[in-house]
C-alpha cells in the first residue's frame, strides 16, 4: 500500500501513484493531490479500490481500468468517516437543503485501520477544498508539526510510532557499570572503610607463614643436617608465630566477611526496594512495552546477582590484588631475580583476561535475555492457566516452554565453551611460571646466590601468588555477569516517567469534583486518539461516554486519571490544571470500577481496604453493605477472612466486581470512574451490581464507559465520542430526537437485542 506522497514528491504526480491505478488515474486528465486505496467493499469483503482528489473533484474507481465517477466538491456535500472494531467508513452525503430532512448518502467506501491515515489525509484535503467551495490550490495542505506525546522528539507524518521511545540501544554492559552502585553503598561507607581495614590486616597475617619458613630452613633443619643440635628455643618461638598468624588471619578473615556480607545484604536490599519503587513511579506507557517475566527477573534474579557478587566475589577480587600486590613487593624484597622470572607470565595472562572479558561482557547481557523470555513464558502461562487448560492448549505453551529452554541453552553453551577454554589456560600458563621458578631458583641456588631456605619461602609465596592470579581470572566471569544485571537494573533507573511529578505542586486539600477539559488531545506515536476535546463536567453530575470500540472513551478516562499526560490541552480539576498536582494527590479522589476487578492474593477484608488500609473492620462491612456483597461474603467458610485464590480466583464475576465497588465506597472518592463495570456479567448479576452503583454514584462526580445503553440511562447527560472527538452532547431523549450519531448507535443495539431474541424464540421452539 502507498500513502499520499507530499507535494514536491514527484515531477510527475500521476507517476507517484500505485502502478496499476496510473492509467486510470491519467485518464482523467487531472494531476492527483491525495488519494486513498481502499482495501474493503461494502460487504467486507478484501477488494482494491481507488479514491482519489483532483481539480476539486473527488474521484472514484472500484478496480483498474474500471469507469471513473466523480463527484464536484461543493459546500452541500460531505465526506464523514467513522471507525467500528478496526473498519473504517467513508460516506459521501449531500446535505439537505431544508430544515429537519436529512441528507441523501450518495457513496460509501470502507478500509481497514492500516489504511486510516490515508483516509484522514483524504478527508482534511476534502474539507480544505469544500470550505474554499471547491476552488483551494492543488498543493497538499501544509504539515502539522508533530511531535511525540512522550518524550517530544520530532516525527515524520508516517510515523506510526516515535522512533526515540521505541528505540531499544543493545549497547553491551562495562565493568564501570558497577560503580553506579557506589550510590547505594554510600550510606554504608564506613563499615565498608572498616571491612577494608581489616581485608589488609587479613591478608598480611597470612603472608606471615612464608616467611618464617625462611629460618626453619636456613637456621633450624640444615644446620641440623650438618650436624648442629636444634635450637628448641627459636623452634617453639617460629612455630608459636606460625600458630599465631594463622589465629589472627581467622578472627580477622571472620569479621571482614561478617561485616561486608552485612553491608552487601542491606546494599542489595536497598538496590531492589529503589527499583521496585522507581517502576511503581513509571507511568503505564513504560508496562505497555515490557514483559511481566523481564521485569520480574530483573528485580528478582539481577538483583540477587549482585548482592552474591558484592558479599562474595568483589571480597574475594580485592582480597586477590591485595594479596598479588602484597606478595610481589615481599618476592622482590627477597630475590628480585626470581621475583622477574615469576612475573613473566602476566602479560599473557593479563591480554587474554581482556580478550575474554570482552566477549563474556557481551555474552552474559544476552543470557539474561534469554533467561527473561524463559520467565516471561511462566508469566504469562501460570497466570492465564484456565485459558490454557480450557483451549487444550498444554503441548503448545510446553513447546514454547521447552523452545526458550533450548535458545537459552544453546547461548550458555556458546559462552561455556569460552569459558572452558580461558580458564584452563591460565592455570596452564600459571603451572609454567612455577617450573620456570623452579629451574631459575635451583640455578641460583648452585651458584651460591640464594639459600634453600629462601628459594623455599619464594615457592610458598609464589604458590599463593599463582593461586590468587588464577582466582582473580575467575572472578572475571563473575564480575560481567554483575555488570551486565547492573545493566538491566539501571535501564529502569534511568527511565523518566512520562507521567512527570510537578517540580512545585499544587495542594489539592479538598476536590469538588468539577471538571473541565480545554483541547485535550493526546497521540499513540502518531495515531491520533483524542482530538481537540472539550468537556465539562459539573460537581456531582454523571456523564454516560458512549461511541464505538476505538472512538477514545478508556483513553479519555486514562488523561483524567493521570495515567497518561495530555500532548495538547489541559484537564482542570476545581480550576487546577491536573499536571499542577502531586500525581498521588489527585488519585486519591478517584474511584475506579473497571471491567475486569483485580483481586489481590490475601482475605476478601484486605482487598476492600486495599485503598485504605487503615479501615476499621466497621467501616470494611459498611462499604460491603453499600456494594450489596455483604450478604455473599457472610456465606463463605471464613467471612471477610476468606482468603480469595490470585486474580480472585474462586469468585464469580459479579462477586469480584462488587467488591470492586466496595474497595471504590471504602475511599469515598469525590471523582467516580466506572469502566463498562457490568460487561461481562449476566442479567441478575448486572442488576445487583447496578444497586450497588446506586450507591456509588451518588453525590460523586461520575464518568461511566458502557457499551450497552441501557446501563447509562440515569446518566444526567451523554457524551459521543467518535474518532476522538465529541461528536454529540445531551441528555438520552435529546439525542434520540436529533437522529444522529447516539440514534444510530441505539438503533443498531436494538436490531442486535431484537435479533437476539428471535434467535432465543427460535432455539425455544425447536
Not at 296 to 307: Q, V
Not at 394 to 423: I, P
Not at 707 to 736: F, I, N, P, W, Y
Request: charged share 20%; glycine share 8%; aromatic share 8%.
Amino acid at each position: 500500500m502507498s500513502y499520499p506522497p507530499p507535494a514536491d514528491a514527484s515531477a510527475d504526480p500521476v507517476a507517484a501513484v500505485p502502478s496499476p491505478w496510473r492509467a486510470t488515474v491519467a485518464s482523467t486528465g487531472a494531476a492527483p493531490q491525495v488519494w486513498l486505496q481502499t482495501d474493503l467493499d461494502e460487504q467486507l469483503r478484501f477488494a482494491e479500490g481507488l479514491l482519489w482528489i483532483a481539480a476539486g473533484q473527488l474521484h472514484w474507481a472500484a478496480q483498474p481500468g474500471a469507469a471513473v465517477q466523480r463527484w464536484p466538491i461543493e459546500p452541500d456535500l460531505q465526506l464523514r468517516m467513522h471507525d467500528h472494531h478496526g473498519v473504517a467508513t467513508l460516506e459521501l452525503l449531500r446535505l439537505a437543503h431544508a430544515e429537519g430532512q436529512e441528507g441523501r448518502r450518495l457513496a460509501v467506501w470502507r478500509c481497514t485501520l492500516g489504511r486510516q491515515l490515508a483516509a484522514r489525509r483524504l478527508l482534511e484535503r476534502f474539507e480544505a477544498l469544500r470550505e474554499a467551495g471547491g476552488t483551494a490550490g492543488l498543493g497538499l495542505p501544509e504539515a502539522q508539526s508533530l511531535q511525540c506525546p512522550v518524550c517530544h522528539s520530532p516525527m515524520e507524518p508516517d510515523d506510526e510510532a516515535c522512533s526515540v521511545c521505541t528505540q531499544v540501544v543493545q549497547t553491551p554492559p562495562t565493568t564501570r557499570t558497577l560503580l553506579r552502585l557506589w550510590r547505594f553503598a554510600h550510606p554504608y561507607r564506613w563499615q565498608l572503610l572498616l571491612g577494608f581495614g581489616l581485608m589488609l590486616a587479613s591478608t598480611a597475617a597470612t603472608l606471615v607463614p612464608p616467611y618464617l619458613t625462611i629460618p626453619l630452613m636456613d637456621d633450624v633443619l640444615i644446620p641440623f643436617q650438618n650436624g648442629q643440635p636444634v635450637d628448641w628455643t627459636l623452634v617453639a618461638l617460629l612455630l608459636g608465630g606460625l600458630l599465631g598468624a594463622a589465629l589472627l588471619a581467622w578472627g580477622l578473615g571472620w569479621a571482614k566477611t561478617y561485616i561486608l556480607a552485612l553491608v552487601s545484604e542491606r546494599i542489595g536490599a536497598d538496590l531492589r526496594t529503589t527499583t521496585y519503587e522507581h517502576l511503581l513511579g513509571l507511568s503505564l506507557e513504560y508496562f505497555g512495552n515490557r514483559r511481566t517475566g523481564d521485569l520480574m527477573a530483573r528485580i528478582g534474579s539481577e538483583t540477587d546477582r549482585i548482592n552474591i557478587f558484592l558479599s562474595l566475589h568483589l571480597l574475594d577480587f580485592a582480597t586477590d590484588v591485595i594479596m598479588i600486590l602484597m606478595t610481589a613487593v615481599i618476592l622482590f624484597s627477597i630475590s628480585p631475580p626470581l621475583a622477574l622470572a615469576t612475573l613473566l607470565p602476566l602479560p599473557l595472562i593479563g591480554w587474554l583476561i581482556h580478550v575474554v572479558r570482552d566477549r563474556l561482557r557481551t555474552g552474559f547481557e544476552k543470557i539474561d535475555r534469554v533467561w527473561a523470555e524463559v520467565t516471561s513464558v511462566l508469566a504469562d502461562t501460570i497466570p492465564g492457566i484456565r485459558v490454557v487448560k480450557a483451549f487444550a492448549q498444554e503441548q503448545r505453551e510446553a513447546e514454547r516452554f521447552r523452545e526458550a529452554n533450548r535458545h537459552n541453552l544453546a547461548v550458555n553453551d556458546r559462552l561455556n565453551r569460552l569459558w572452558s577454554l580461558f580458564s584452563p589456560t591460565v592455570s596452564l600458563l600459571t603451572e609454567v611460571g612455577l617450573l620456570v621458578v623452579w629451574g631459575f631458583g635451583i640455578w641460583l641456588v648452585a651458584r651460591g646466590q640464594v639459600t634453600v631456605g629462601v628459594l623455599s619461602a619464594f615457592l610458598a609465596y609464589i604458590g599463593r601468588f599463582y593461586t590468587r592470579l588464577d582466582s582473580m581470572s575467575r572472578i572475571v566471569s563473575v564480575t560481567q555477569k554483575a555488570a551486565a544485571g547492573a545493566k538491566r537494573i539501571f535501564d529502569i533507573l534511568d527511565h523518566k516517567s512520562s507521567v512527570p511529578e510537578p517540580a512545585q505542586p499544587v495542594p489539592l486539600p479538598t476536590v469538588r469534583g468539577h471538571l473541565r477539559l480545554e483541547g485535550v488531545t493526546f497521540r499513540y506515536g502518531n495515531r491520533t486518539v483524542i482530538q481537540g476535546l472539550d468537556l465539562e463536567i459539573r460537581p456531582g453530575e454523571m456523564v454516560g461516554l458512549v461511541g464505538h470500540s476505538g472512538s477514545g472513551k478508556s483513553t479519555l478516562v486514562n488523561l483524567i486519571c493521570r495515567f497518561y499526560d495530555v500532548a495538547e490541552g489541559r484537564i482542570l480539576i476545581d480550576g487546577i490544571d491536573v499536571r499542577d498536582v502531586r500525581v498521588a494527590d489527585w488519585r486519591r479522589h478517584i474511584g475506579l470500577v473497571l471491567q475486569e476487578p483485580f483481586l489481590f492474593y490475601g482475605t476478601i477484608a484486605d482487598n476492600i481496604a486495599y485503598g485504605r488500609p487503615d479501615a476499621t473492620r466497621e467501616q470494611i462491612v459498611a462499604a460491603a453493605r453499600a456494594a450489596h456483597a455483604h450478604e455473599f461474603i457472610l456465606r463463605l467458610p471464613q467471612g471477610y477472612d476468606t482468603l480469595v485464590g490470585e486474580r480472585g480466583q474462586g469468585l464469580s464475576g459479579g462477586e469480584r466486581q462488587r467488591i470492586s465497588i466496595a474497595r471504590a465506597l471504602l475511599i469515598d472518592p469525590k471523582v467516580l470512574i466506572l469502566d463498562e463495570a457490568t460487561a461481562s456479567v449476566d442479567t441478575e448479576t448486572e442488576k445487583e451490581i447496578q444497586k450497588a452503583l446506586d450507591n456509588l454514584v451518588r453525590g460523586r462526580t461520575t464518568i461511566a464507559i458502557a457499551h450497552r445503553l441501557s446501563t447509562l440511562r440515569r446518566a444526567d447527560r451523554l457524551v459521543v465520542m467518535d474518532q476522538g472527538r465529541k461528536v454529540e452532547e445531551g441528555t438520552h431523549d435529546e439525542l434520540l430526537a436529533r437522529r444522529g450519531a447516539y440514534w444510530r448507535l441505539h438503533e443498531a443495539q436494538q436490531r442486535q437485542a431484537e435479533a437476539e431474541r428471535e434467535r432465543w424464540r427460535d432455539d425455544g421452539d425447536g
